[in-house]
């Protein structure tokens, strides 16, 4: 079947503008996942959607990224005022309750 | 503080030897434990997990060995395969939680 899918798939915009990332997980997956990997670094979790359950927004690293899941199924990351510190491949993930998480390819944004 | 760490950005092995990939981590109360490999431009895949009510899972050429005692995780690969050259992430979750923390990666090289 589908596996998950992320749009763009690259991304460049100017520092301070705003972008929208999209991932649309695997049918029938409750749990959703944003992590980013920035340059030379492991992957870092931003934000967790399970269910109709409030999201865990703790890895979030400021107040101008905001995700929201239509749904409960696609989803959507959005920075606003982009830095150029924000430059990273946003990776989206989805799963059954459990923990293999499936990851989607990934977007590449590149803020300059 | 980095909770989970590849001390070894980097190996290098020759065809058909094992690799062995190895990964420390500072909580105790994490809970199971997950090996991903990442291939450029695509997202992390899942390669094998192991619970820390056990020791060892194997999967064909792949084997994970947990070591709770000394917070240590590794992952054996035997025969090494040019096709798995690529950047190997140990992930690990948390009892109460669902988000995986990742350590850095390591890239591994199969040379034939």
């Known amino acids: 079947g589908a596996g998950v899918s992320q749009s763009p798939s690259n991304k460049v915009t100017e520092k301070g503008k705003d972008v929208e990332l999209r991932c649309d997980p695997i049918s029938g997956h409750t749990a959703l996942y944003w992590y980013r990997q920035s340059l030379g670094q492991g992957l870092e979790f931003l934000i967790y959607f399970q269910g109709n359950s409030a999201p865990d927004k703790s890895g979030l690293p400021s107040d101008r990224f905001s995700a929201e899941r239509t749904g409960g199924s696609v989803s959507t990351l959005t920075i606003q005022r982009t830095q150029q510190e924000d430059s990273a491949v946003y990776l989206c993930?989805?799963?059954?309750?459990?923990?293999?998480?499936?990851f989607g390819p990934g977007t590449r944004l590149t803020v300059t | 503080d980095q909770q989970v760490k590849q001390n070894s950005p980097s190996l290098s092995v020759q065809e058909g030897r094992i690799s062995i990939l190895n990964c420390d981590y500072t909580n105790s109360m994490f809970d199971y434990f997950l090996w991903y490999k990442k291939y450029p431009a695509e997202g992390p895949t899942f390669l094998i997990s192991i619970s820390s009510i056990k020791d060892k899972n194997e999967d064909g050429r792949f084997t994970v060995f947990l070591n709770k005692s000394a917070k240590h995780l590794s992952l054996h690969i035997v025969p090494s395969q040019p096709g798995d050259s690529a950047v190997y992430f140990c992930a690990v979750v948390e009892t109460s939680g669902s988000r995986l923390t990742f350590g850095e990666g390591t890239q591994l090289t199969v040379n034939p």
């Open positions: 993930a989805s799963s059954h309750p459990g923990y293999e998480q499936y």
